[in-house]
């Protein structure tokens, strides 16, 4: 096959088969972040019937509103324990896989499975097997009475929707972190043991370093998924209690926007919106540049 047989004909025919898709980002994306990013610069009401500008009294009233500041908090605390479990279990599952281990090639098949369950049926599953009464609890419940209360306890109810985050996020960044466990070269495993290096530090010294960039990119997208990924969660397993619990930032803007407050639901959209790009910047300036492509 000649590389030319590889370019489109026609030079408008990319544009054509991508078109759908921007079409669709540009929708569901561009749209409304440009209208949550004009709404957050004005009062608008309820249900139409227009608007007036109020230049950055939106965000004064949001960074002065003290249930802000704690659905933030723990929408880091989320980000934080959710994301690195997300990464930190499906590495270990992968390292298991790729050492050929009893049993590792039909799991391999199981463990992408989550992928293709929803968001929302993952949290109506993950309620029902944490359900106190009926769970996989309940026997540990009914021998110690209140020890997992999900309902009134908001410890265990943010255990809860952790368990579910890492459990959906297992097949991607296992597919991902075993094909980099896989592309190491057999010559550097028969090298580290002839150098007497045992498996843990092989795992150590040989694998984690070479699977960096792997890990560095399951990294970027889980905490910037789990910011916005717990709203099916939230809304099926624990509908942001109890107490408010487990009201992370987006879903306080969820029900701020559909209880009326669209201007300060607008104005905490465009903060998150914000707050993930520098995120996200932050990890390519501090931990990208460290990271070495070639091997």
Not at 38 to 50: C, K, N, Q, T
Not at 120 to 149: D, E, K, M, Q, T
Request: with cysteine; aromatic share 14%.
């Amino acid at each position: 096959m000649t590389s030319e047989s590889s370019l489109f004909s026609h030079r408008w025919l990319p544009l054509l088969l991508i078109a759908p898709l921007m079409l669709l980002i540009a929708l569901f994306f561009y749209v409304p972040v440009f209208q949550a990013f004009y709404w957050s610069f004005f009062l608008e009401r309820p249900f139409g019937g227009g608007s007036m500008f109020v230049g950055w009294d939106n965000f004064a009233r949001v960074f002065s509103d003290p249930e802000f500041w704690k659905s933030c908090w723990r929408t880091i605390v989320f980000m934080v324990t959710a994301s690195a479990l997300a990464v930190v279990v499906p590495l270990i599952l992968a390292v298991a896989a790729d050492r050929k281990i009893r049993l590792s090639l039909p799991a391999r098949n199981v463990l992408v499975w989550p992928k293709g369950v929803a968001g929302a049926s993952i949290g109506v599953v993950f309620a029902f097997i944490f359900n106190p009464f009926v769970g996989v609890l309940a026997p540990l419940n009914s021998a110690f009475p209140g020890i997992w209360a999900p309902g009134i306890n908001g410890t265990d109810a943010f255990i809860t929707l952790i368990a579910a985050h890492v459990w959906g996020g297992i097949p991607f960044n296992f597919v991902i972190l075993l094909a980099g466990l896989q592309s190491i070269p057999k010559t550097m495993h028969q090298a580290a043991a002839m150098d007497g290096a045992g498996p843990w530090r092989r795992i150590f010294d040989v694998q984690l370093p070479l699977i960096m960039p792997q890990l560095f990119l399951t990294l970027v997208l889980e905490f910037t998924e789990s910011v916005t990924s717990a709203f099916a969660l939230i809304d099926t397993i624990t509908h942001g209690g109890p107490g408010g619990a487990t009201t992370l930032l987006v879903y306080k803007i969820y029900t701020d926007g559909f209880s009326g407050d669209l201007s300060g639901a607008s104005t905490q959209t465009a903060i998150l919106m914000v707050f993930v790009v520098l995120l996200t910047a932050a990890q390519f300036l501090f931990l990208g540049r460290r990271i070495n492509y070639e091997r």
